[in-house]
């Protein structure tokens, strides 16, 4: 059991982990004193960033073992888009279950550095800034709402301009304010942010999202709030989405490779996690990388 102790108590965790051998976030490297391929399940208890950095150690170490989820976090993305209970001892029983799922992983490596994994949502510009803008305390306090407040002190927002390539495809520039890479699509509040975004499809999904005027704000929000739940599903209500879409504002792309380079170094966050500023990133997806209890 990882568990992230700022969220969380350890003994409010042997509750439903009696047998569990308990490590905090910040004491990993202690993993390394047990073979953990021995073990039957590695349970995290945290954000999505808690669950990101258990991923990125076992990736690193090349170990594959399924992966239960208590999510304590912000937003729990991965755990939301799996159908996973937001209590505890719910997804706890989950947890245990031994039902698993093999998902996909995205990787980001940013020129020599060691790669980066996540499981959710990468983004660059407007979105990085937000989460570099949303106060800890009151992410604690109220949970995901409090994006909302980081989104106001992120204002007025810059468009940035991004040259895209998608897999072997042309590349496109696109002149927005986040661009979203993502392995997943459903945010808090059940908002569809990219409703072709599968964990398991094998492809990660892009939005490129720039509106200019206050209707393609609009028009934006109307598709992202409800329009991508409730009409995109329908055989015409995509032919209609499609059809009134303004890919200046929301853009979607979909690939197993998509490299990323930016007119300047731009804000770059990993599933909420802050990263050094960059000007050019590659993700690539890991097909079927992770096997989670859900």
Known sequence: MVFNSKKISKSRLETFFADAQFFKTGELSKLEEFELTDFDLCVVAGGDGTLRSVVQYLMENH???????????????????LGIPMDIKSASKIALAGNYREIDLGKAKVGSEPAMFFTGISGLGLDASIMENTHPKLKKRIGWVAYIEGGIRSLPPKFEKFEVTVDNNESKTLKVLTLLVANTGT???????????????????????????????????GRILWQNRFVRPLVVGRKLMDATSNLKSLEYLSGKKITVVSERESNFQLDGDLMPPAKKVTFQVMPKALLVAC
Not at 63 to 81: E, F, H, M, Q, S
């Open 187 to 221: 945010l808090p509040g059940k908002f569809s942010l990219l409703p072709d975004a599968e964990v398991d499809d094998g492809d990660l999904d892009v939005a490129a999202i720039g509106p200019r005027k206050i209707w393609n704000w609009i028009d934006v929000l």
């Open 63 to 81: 170990i594959k073992i399924p992966i239960g989820i208590i999510p304590v976090g912000t937003g729990n993305i991965l755990a939301r888009n």
